[in-house]
Protein backbone atom coordinates (compact mmCIF):
# COMPACT_ATOMS: atom_id res chain seq x y z
CA UNK A 1 0.00 0.00 0.00
CA UNK A 2 1.41 3.48 -1.10
CA UNK A 3 1.43 6.10 1.97
CA UNK A 4 -1.09 8.15 3.05
CA UNK A 5 -1.69 11.99 1.48
CA UNK A 6 0.27 14.51 3.35
CA UNK A 7 -2.23 16.96 4.57
CA UNK A 8 -2.60 20.87 4.96
CA UNK A 9 -4.76 22.35 7.29
CA UNK A 10 -7.41 25.38 6.96
CA UNK A 11 -8.64 26.67 10.12
CA UNK A 12 -12.31 27.81 10.26
CA UNK A 13 -13.05 30.78 12.78
CA UNK A 14 -16.42 31.78 13.26
CA UNK A 15 -16.04 35.49 14.44
CA UNK A 16 -18.52 37.91 15.70
CA UNK A 17 -19.77 40.02 12.96
CA UNK A 18 -20.80 43.01 15.30
CA UNK A 19 -16.72 42.73 16.79
CA UNK A 20 -14.67 42.31 13.63
CA UNK A 21 -17.14 44.29 11.14
CA UNK A 22 -16.86 48.12 10.66
CA UNK A 23 -21.03 48.55 11.10
CA UNK A 24 -21.29 50.72 8.07
CA UNK A 25 -19.13 49.67 5.41
CA UNK A 26 -18.89 45.58 6.72
CA UNK A 27 -15.46 45.57 5.80
CA UNK A 28 -12.90 44.37 8.15
CA UNK A 29 -11.76 46.63 10.87
CA UNK A 30 -8.36 47.48 11.64
CA UNK A 31 -7.03 44.85 14.37
CA UNK A 32 -8.84 41.70 12.13
CA UNK A 33 -6.99 42.64 9.41
CA UNK A 34 -3.45 43.24 10.89
CA UNK A 35 -4.10 39.65 12.84
CA UNK A 36 -4.57 37.39 9.63
CA UNK A 37 -2.64 39.60 7.41
CA UNK A 38 -5.49 40.25 5.12
CA UNK A 39 -5.67 42.57 2.13
CA UNK A 40 -7.83 45.58 3.33
CA UNK A 41 -9.68 45.13 -0.34
CA UNK A 42 -11.60 41.89 -0.54
CA UNK A 43 -11.68 39.23 -3.57
CA UNK A 44 -15.05 38.82 -5.36
CA UNK A 45 -15.96 35.19 -6.19
CA UNK A 46 -18.58 33.36 -7.29
CA UNK A 47 -19.00 29.66 -6.23
CA UNK A 48 -21.41 26.59 -7.65
CA UNK A 49 -22.03 23.53 -6.58
CA UNK A 50 -23.75 20.79 -8.77
CA UNK A 51 -25.91 17.77 -7.97
CA UNK A 52 -29.34 16.03 -8.60
CA UNK A 53 -32.50 17.10 -6.25
CA UNK A 54 -31.83 14.48 -3.88
CA UNK A 55 -28.55 15.71 -3.52
CA UNK A 56 -27.16 12.02 -4.10
CA UNK A 57 -23.46 12.77 -4.84
CA UNK A 58 -22.93 15.46 -1.48
CA UNK A 59 -24.39 12.19 0.14
CA UNK A 60 -21.82 10.14 -1.27
CA UNK A 61 -19.69 12.74 0.04
CA UNK A 62 -18.44 14.25 -2.75
CA UNK A 63 -18.65 18.02 -4.06
CA UNK A 64 -18.07 19.41 -7.33
CA UNK A 65 -17.83 23.02 -8.17
CA UNK A 66 -17.24 25.39 -10.51
CA UNK A 67 -15.36 28.86 -9.25
CA UNK A 68 -15.34 32.15 -10.90
CA UNK A 69 -12.25 34.77 -8.68
CA UNK A 70 -11.94 37.86 -9.26
CA UNK A 71 -9.11 38.94 -11.63
CA UNK A 72 -8.53 35.19 -12.40
CA UNK A 73 -8.65 34.03 -16.26
CA UNK A 74 -11.24 31.01 -16.78
CA UNK A 75 -13.07 29.05 -14.26
CA UNK A 76 -11.60 26.54 -10.98
CA UNK A 77 -13.41 23.11 -11.07
CA UNK A 78 -12.91 21.35 -8.04
CA UNK A 79 -14.14 17.46 -7.37
CA UNK A 80 -13.75 17.15 -3.29
CA UNK A 81 -13.88 14.13 -1.22
CA UNK A 82 -14.87 14.42 2.29
CA UNK A 83 -13.94 11.94 5.18
CA UNK A 84 -15.51 12.24 8.74
CA UNK A 85 -12.72 13.10 11.63
CA UNK A 86 -13.53 11.61 14.58
CA UNK A 87 -11.89 12.05 18.08
CA UNK A 88 -9.60 14.50 16.32
CA UNK A 89 -7.94 11.22 14.80
CA UNK A 90 -6.62 12.28 11.16
CA UNK A 91 -4.30 9.11 10.30
CA UNK A 92 -8.01 7.56 10.46
CA UNK A 93 -9.37 9.62 8.19
CA UNK A 94 -6.17 9.42 5.56
CA UNK A 95 -6.00 5.77 5.93
CA UNK A 96 -9.92 5.54 4.63
CA UNK A 97 -9.01 7.93 2.03
CA UNK A 98 -5.99 5.72 1.19
CA UNK A 99 -7.92 2.71 0.97
CA UNK A 100 -10.40 4.13 -1.38
CA UNK A 101 -7.14 5.44 -3.68
CA UNK A 102 -6.36 8.70 -2.34
CA UNK A 103 -2.73 7.89 -1.52
CA UNK A 104 0.87 9.62 -2.05
CA UNK A 105 1.20 8.05 -5.66
CA UNK A 106 -1.19 10.04 -7.44
CA UNK A 107 -0.28 14.13 -7.09
CA UNK A 108 -3.02 15.13 -8.53
CA UNK A 109 -5.34 15.30 -5.17
CA UNK A 110 -4.21 17.70 -2.35
CA UNK A 111 -5.54 16.64 1.14
CA UNK A 112 -6.96 19.20 3.46
CA UNK A 113 -7.67 18.80 7.16
CA UNK A 114 -10.77 21.33 7.68
CA UNK A 115 -10.90 22.18 11.05
CA UNK A 116 -14.19 24.10 12.56
CA UNK A 117 -15.61 24.79 15.63
CA UNK A 118 -17.39 21.15 16.25
CA UNK A 119 -15.81 19.61 13.34
CA UNK A 120 -12.77 18.33 11.70
CA UNK A 121 -12.95 16.79 8.31
CA UNK A 122 -10.37 15.51 5.92
CA UNK A 123 -11.05 17.09 2.33
CA UNK A 124 -9.34 15.50 -1.09
CA UNK A 125 -9.49 17.70 -3.58
CA UNK A 126 -8.59 17.43 -7.01
CA UNK A 127 -8.56 21.20 -8.70
CA UNK A 128 -8.69 22.24 -12.57
CA UNK A 129 -8.55 25.09 -14.34
CA UNK A 130 -11.00 25.19 -17.68
CA UNK A 131 -10.14 28.44 -19.94
CA UNK A 132 -13.89 30.76 -20.51
CA UNK A 133 -15.09 34.35 -19.78
CA UNK A 134 -13.77 37.79 -19.32
CA UNK A 135 -11.27 38.11 -16.51
CA UNK A 136 -13.30 41.21 -15.59
CA UNK A 137 -16.62 39.00 -15.31
CA UNK A 138 -17.79 36.57 -12.51
CA UNK A 139 -20.05 34.76 -14.16
CA UNK A 140 -20.97 31.29 -14.28
CA UNK A 141 -22.15 28.68 -16.45
CA UNK A 142 -25.68 28.36 -16.99
CA UNK A 143 -26.98 24.41 -15.67
CA UNK A 144 -25.95 23.16 -19.16
CA UNK A 145 -22.62 24.79 -19.29
CA UNK A 146 -21.79 23.54 -15.83
CA UNK A 147 -22.81 19.89 -16.21
CA UNK A 148 -20.76 19.90 -19.52
CA UNK A 149 -17.53 21.34 -18.15
CA UNK A 150 -17.92 19.22 -14.45
CA UNK A 151 -18.47 16.03 -16.94
CA UNK A 152 -15.64 16.61 -19.35
CA UNK A 153 -12.82 17.28 -16.94
CA UNK A 154 -13.86 15.16 -14.14
CA UNK A 155 -11.20 12.92 -12.70
CA UNK A 156 -11.63 8.83 -12.90
CA UNK A 157 -12.15 8.64 -9.05
CA UNK A 158 -14.78 11.01 -9.09
CA UNK A 159 -16.67 8.85 -11.84
CA UNK A 160 -15.75 5.41 -10.91
CA UNK A 161 -16.07 6.20 -7.30
CA UNK A 162 -19.02 4.26 -4.44
CA UNK A 163 -21.39 2.06 -6.35
CA UNK A 164 -19.72 1.37 -9.35
CA UNK A 165 -18.16 2.13 -12.44
CA UNK A 166 -20.05 5.02 -14.00
CA UNK A 167 -22.54 5.96 -10.53
CA UNK A 168 -22.09 9.28 -11.51
CA UNK A 169 -23.11 9.56 -14.92
CA UNK A 170 -26.51 8.52 -13.67
CA UNK A 171 -26.74 12.17 -12.26
CA UNK A 172 -25.70 14.12 -14.79
CA UNK A 173 -29.79 15.69 -14.96
CA UNK A 174 -28.07 17.41 -11.74
CA UNK A 175 -29.12 21.14 -11.16
CA UNK A 176 -27.34 24.05 -10.21
CA UNK A 177 -26.71 25.43 -6.66
CA UNK A 178 -25.90 29.00 -6.96
CA UNK A 179 -26.39 31.79 -4.22
CA UNK A 180 -22.75 31.79 -3.64
CA UNK A 181 -21.18 35.16 -3.91
CA UNK A 182 -18.83 36.52 -1.26
CA UNK A 183 -16.37 39.40 -0.93
CA UNK A 184 -13.73 37.40 0.85
CA UNK A 185 -10.59 38.60 2.25
CA UNK A 186 -7.03 37.61 0.55
CA UNK A 187 -5.37 35.77 3.11
CA UNK A 188 -1.56 36.07 4.02
CA UNK A 189 1.45 34.04 2.48
CA UNK A 190 0.64 30.14 1.96
CA UNK A 191 -2.71 31.09 2.38
CA UNK A 192 -6.36 30.26 0.31
CA UNK A 193 -10.08 30.87 0.57
CA UNK A 194 -11.86 27.79 1.28
Given at each position: ?7 N?EV?L????N??L?P???A???A??A??S????P ?6 F???D ?13 R??EG ?6 TY ?6 TA ?10 NT?GF ?9 Q ?13 HDK ?6 VS?L??P?A?A???M?S ?8 N???GK ?5 H ?7 GL?S????L??G????
Amino acid sequence: MAPNLKENYEVKLILNPNLVLNPASHAPIPALLAAFSLSPTPTKMNIQFLDDDNKTIYGADWSPRIRRTEGKPGFELTYKKRYPITAGNVDVALETANTDGFDASDTKYEAQVEWGYKNMTLSVSHDKKFPGGEVSSLDLPDAAAARSMLSEEAPEKFKNFGVGKGWVSKHWSWRVFTGLSSPIGSLGPGGRPG
